[in-house]
């Protein structure tokens, strides 16, 4: 890889995240949303431990979803509000590495709610079972592809009159497969059923990762340019 | 103003021709079918109008290449009609299929693969539709259409191969011996002309429609280009 990409991609990761440990606007905001997620499915699914089995990884899913979205909206918005997208646009740098650094920086925020929110959901509900590291493979995979086609789709909804609103219906849609795969995946590594009912979910995922990271790629030229 | 083609008035006569006779065979000369009835009727449009809604998805997506490529609007104004039109025919095939399913499966709706993914796509054209009305620039609008309509293409056929992990349920009736227990059948001579007329027809008057709603799009873009002239 090219010295200078990767220079300019680290660059804008560190801006990123730099701006939030000072702020901690995203994260707190992401943050409390999940908790409240899960405490409205607590009561709206009645989750007893039978309940609990099947659903436990549809509940997670479900609020990373919804929370990422939080992320992926206010992360494209701080750059168009105060006009820095155009001078990361202005910087004589490969507009790629512009989409890899929003992006990293996304999943990274991404990640981090997912670390506390895991532990937060084994301590309310006593299940440990989420803490095997091929659940986690599955939670990371997952949310590259969800936030390689977010990152994409959060370029273009913020260039539009209803912003905000756009970008869940246009994100969902497009990444109900990562979400149905994921949680397939993740259900039956809770459940320990075998391996192809595991495998199955999984390959189609990291298919879908590699396709929609390269094609992510390929489009943000065409999304950015005025 | 451009004067309306006469392959084109050629082309709404046909559509009407055959859509008539495709109607009319699969209402009297297909024969009734002998589990399920009359109700299997509904099978001959279900079919055709799935296939060319299938078939308006993936020339979306083709044409939304084809405007990245070349940013020639005629591709914008292809993809949109192309979009609008297999929307409309993917809502007919999914009430259609409602209307034989429910005495054939006795339920309305089942979270089956094709009908999820139907379901889905249906979503993404909503979803292109809102997209489209929130932006005023008519480039903009066509590029971010076409990146649009190009990740609904490459979701889709992943969306169909992960929901086919769950069990499905609905009968793949051609090539296919072993379905009649989800309500499949084995076709005769005369249901399979009925089905062959249908899709023919389906496909003459989505090509009748495409290219109305091509013409349309032209002069929609005249006249906002109309207004933009008259405010400056």
């Not at chain 1, 499915?41 to 979803?65: I, M, S």
């Not at chain 1, 979400?179 to 495998?199: C, E, F, H, R, Y």
């Not at chain 2, 086919?164 to 499949?184: D, K, M, T, W, Y």
């Amino acid at each position: 890889m090219n010295p200078s990409f990767l220079k300019a991609t680290l660059a804008i990761i560190h801006k990123d995240l730099a701006a939030e440990f000072r702020s901690r606007e995203l994260l707190t905001a992401m943050l409390s949303f999940s908790v409240l997620v899960i405490l409205i499915f607590n009561f709206a699914l009645d989750l007893n431990p039978d309940v609990r089995q099947t659903v436990t990884a549809g509940v997670l899913w479900t609020t990373f979803a919804f929370a990422g979205t939080l992320g992926l909206n206010r992360s494209m918005a701080v750059e168009k509000d105060r006009g820095c997208m155009d001078g990361l646009l202005l910087a004589p740098v490969d507009r790629s590495a512009i989409f890899f650094g929003k992006a990293i920086s996304n999943l990274a925020f991404m990640l981090i709610v997912e670390a506390i929110v895991l532990p937060l959901y084994a301590f309310f509900y006593n299940e440990t079972r989420i803490f095997q590291w091929e659940f986690i493979a599955v939670l990371l995979l997952g949310s590259i592809g969800y936030i390689a086609v977010g990152t994409l789709l959060s370029a273009m909804t913020i260039q539009t009159r209803t912003r905000e609103i756009l970008l869940p219906i246009l994100l969902f849609p497009v990444v109900v497969p990562v979400l149905i795969a994921s949680v397939l995946a993740s259900g039956a590594i809770i459940n320990d059923m075998t391996l192809p009912q595991i495998m199955s979910p999984l390959n189609l995922l990291i298919v879908y990762d590699v396709i929609f990271i390269a094609v992510s790629f390929m489009f943000f030229d065409f999304i950015v340019e005025e | 103003m451009q004067q309306k083609p006469t392959l084109l008035t050629i082309l709404d006569v046909l559509s009407i021709i055959v859509i008539g006779y495709a109607t009319y065979s699969a209402l009297f000369i297909a024969p009734t079918e002998l589990v399920m009835g009359e109700v299997q009727r509904v099978f001959y449009f279900h079919v055709g109008t799935g296939w060319v809604a299938l078939l308006g998805f993936i020339i979306a997506s083709i044409a939304g290449i084809l405007y990245l490529i070349n940013k020639k609007m005629i591709w914008d104004r292809f993809g949109f009609a192309a979009v609008e039109v297999s929307c409309m025919f993917f809502i007919i095939t999914i009430i259609l299929g409602s209307v034989w399913a429910r005495p054939a499966w006795n339920t309305w709706w089942t979270w089956d693969v094709r009908l999820t993914t139907a379901a889905i796509t249906e979503l993404i054209f909503i979803a292109y539709f809102m997209l489209r009305a929130g932006i005023e620039d008519p480039e903009k609008r066509a590029r971010f259409g076409a990146i649009y309509t190009i990740l609904g293409g490459l979701s889709a056929p992943i969306t169909f191969m992960v929901i086919r992990l769950f069990r499905s349920i609905h009968p793949v009736v051609v090539g296919n011996p072993s379905a009649e227990a989800q309500g499949g059948f084995d076709m005769s001579v005369d249901m399979r002309n009925t089905l062959f007329i249908a899709l023919i027809a389906f496909t003459i008057l989505f090509i009748d429609f495409i290219w109305h709603r091509v013409r349309l799009g032209a002069l929609q873009e005249k006249v906002e280009e109309l207004k933009l002239e008259k405010i400056s």
